[in-house]
């Protein structure tokens, strides 16, 4: 599990992780929000349609939200083969721990994070959204301790991930 608030590094993580072996199969857990005000909804939806159908051995079932129509889209499967990589704002929240072999926060500076935000592509996409967003994820993290409950914090220092205290 990859987890951090919006802007640090979480997908840029995972995306490494996946160059780096042909058996990493990432899920952004953007899927499973309710929108723009659903964050909070994500880890449970996540655990019952993705994590859950995998502890049973079946493949998993996915509704996501379709962020362009604003609804649940139709399910699909989701076929995860080899290390599963689940990142995203809420990848580390409790309904999600304990099927984590490995959690992780990425930090980075709110400055840095607004600044990576705004050379995002989807930037103007999520500008009006940002500031209500940021709440929630802020929100989240803390209910639920995430930070603190991670296995280790990484940071991005140039090109290189870097461990810092947790």
Request: aromatic share 6%; hydrophobic share 45%; proline share 4%.
């Amino acid at each position: 599990m990859i987890d951090g608030f919006s802007g640090a590094g979480k997908t840029t993580l995972a995306r490494e992780l996946r160059r780096a072996a042909d058996d990493v199969t990432v899920q952004s857990i953007e899927a499973f929000y309710l929108g723009w005000d659903g964050l909070a909804a994500g880890p449970v939806r996540a655990a019952e349609q993705l994590l859950e159908p995998l502890r049973r051995g079946a493949v998993p079932e996915v509704a996501p939200w379709d962020w362009r129509r604003g609804e649940v889209a139709p399910s699909r499967r989701r076929v995860a083969s080899g290390l599963l990589v689940l990142e995203g704002v809420g990848a580390a929240a409790r309904a999600l721990r304990d099927a984590a072999s490995l959690s992780v926060w990425v930090d980075a500076p709110a400055a840095e994070r607004a600044a990576r935000l705004r050379e995002r592509e989807d930037w103007a996409t999520y500008a009006p959204h940002r500031a209500a967003f940021e709440r929630q994820e802020q929100a989240l993290a803390a209910s639920e301790g995430t930070r603190a409950a991670v296995d280790v914090v990484v940071t991005r220092e140039g090109s290189e991930w870097v461990r810092s205290a947790t």
